[in-house]
Nanobody, 127 residues
Framework: QLQASGGGLVKAGGSLKLSCAVS????????????MAWFRQAPGKEREFVAT????????YYEQAVKGRFTISRDNAKNTVYLQMDNLKPEDTAVYYC??????????????????WGQGTQVTVSS
């Protein structure tokens, strides 16, 4: 139900926009009940939280290292959630995953709160 795309190779300081297409359900009703998030996993590291857009009201939350550079958004008409990534750094290199779930607010950065996951898309930032 989740299909991530948009990854690629970019130089430091560049931009990429990731997309996560949701299929099989009515997106607008989905976003009223579920929060959507992006996580990333670098080689040899744990999967970590990047950003989430909260169910219904659409509040956004970011991991400190990406705040001010990344923007999460959703388009109900296109059944898609996006992650706009600007001013990319080599340390942003990772496989990026979209996820859907109903975590409690205080646990929004924990993987366990998200039930459904996309397949991942590789982002590589060269120095």
């Amino acid at each position: 139900q989740l299909q991530a795309s948009g990854g690629g190779l970019v130089k430091a300081g560049g931009s990429l926009k990731l997309s996560c297409a949701v299929s099989g359900i009515t997106f607008s009703s989905y976003t009223s009940s579920y929060s959507m998030a992006w996580f990333r996993q670098a080689p040899g590291k744990e999967r970590e939280f990047v950003a989430t857009i909260w169910r219904n009201v659409g509040n956004t939350y970011y991991e400190q290292a990406v705040k001010g550079r990344f923007t999460i958004s959703r388009d109900n008409a296109k059944n898609t959630v996006y992650l706009q990534m600007d001013n990319l750094k080599p340390e942003d290199t990772a496989v990026y995953y979209c996820a859907v779930g109903r975590p409690i607010l205080s646990s929004r950065e924990r993987r366990e709160g998200y039930t459904y996951w996309g397949q991942g898309t590789q982002v590589t930032v060269s120095s």
